[in-house]
């Protein structure tokens, strides 16, 4: 699978209009515009062509939900997240997900800080701090894939995230209990954890952290003490 960021978009749009989600022959370019029409958006099929191969490569979040809604798949698809909907399932753009990402962050971080992180590392271009706090006040609602991008990357997400109410349940659980662990100070629990948390479930790892804030909870072992030497008594 290419990866994220490296013409996955292009290569999923190509290979759904090669073999569209029930339908035995392609679906061409003029085909999808007018599916899309239908649906209340605005794709031309010049543009759907320059998309399939890679010669644009930075559309809306609109327009991947346009794209989506036409080839009957969730718009997280065409990101590397799952491709099938669920039953009456309805995606759209989560506009809680980045103010959710800048509240689970460690340390205080601001606009400028994630601005400045994603437009030095280059790789999905820039974004300014005004932008973001756009996005985060929700005054502005349809980033560009490249954004998209470039915030999960800085955020340690999957894309998908900004999509997938399902997949971000998930994430925010797991983020959630990481922040609860640097917080009871077992630092170096947490980078383990980090490691192994493709290894656990979440019912392992949330009693995991129940077992550590309640051994640390004051007073809970008065009766251990640590001599001069180290040795637990």
Not at 39 to 55: E, T
Not at 84 to 104: D, I, K, M, N, S
Not at 134 to 140: D, I, K, R, T
Not at 151 to 171: N, Q
Request: hydrophobic share 35%; glycine share 10%.
């Amino acid at each position: 699978m290419t990866r994220v960021g490296e013409g996955l978009f292009a290569a999923v749009l190509d290979d759904l209009c090669r073999h569209p989600p029930g339908r035995r022959r392609r679906l061409s370019n003029v085909e999808l515009s007018a599916a899309i029409r239908d649906r209340g958006g605005d794709i031309g099929h010049a543009y759907i062509a320059q998309l399939r191969k890679g010669q644009k490569d930075n559309p809306t979040r609109q327009a991947i939900e346009d794209l989506a809604g036409a080839l009957g798949v969730h718009p997280a698809y065409f990101v590397g997240g799952r491709r099938e909907l669920a039953e009456g399932e309805r995606p759209t753009w989560r506009h809680e997900a980045l103010r959710t990402l800048f509240e689970t962050t460690q340390g205080a971080v601001s606009p400028e800080d994630v601005a400045g992180a994603i437009s030095a590392n280059g790789r999905f271009g820039s974004i300014s701090a005004s932008y973001i706090r756009e996005l985060l006040n929700g005054v502005s609602d349809n980033p560009r894939l490249k954004h998209i991008l470039g915030l999960s990357e800085h955020f340690d997400v999957p894309p998908a995230y900004f999509f997938d109410d399902r997949l971000a349940r998930w994430v925010d659980t797991e983020r959630a209990d990481l922040v609860q662990l640097r917080e009871l100070g077992v630092v170096e629990f947490v980078t383990r954890l980090a490691g192994k948390v493709p290894e656990l479930s979440q019912q392992t790892r949330r009693a995991t952290i129940q077992a550590i804030a309640d051994a640390l909870e004051p007073g809970k072992y008065e009766g251990w003490f640590i001599q001069r030497d180290g040795d637990p008594r």
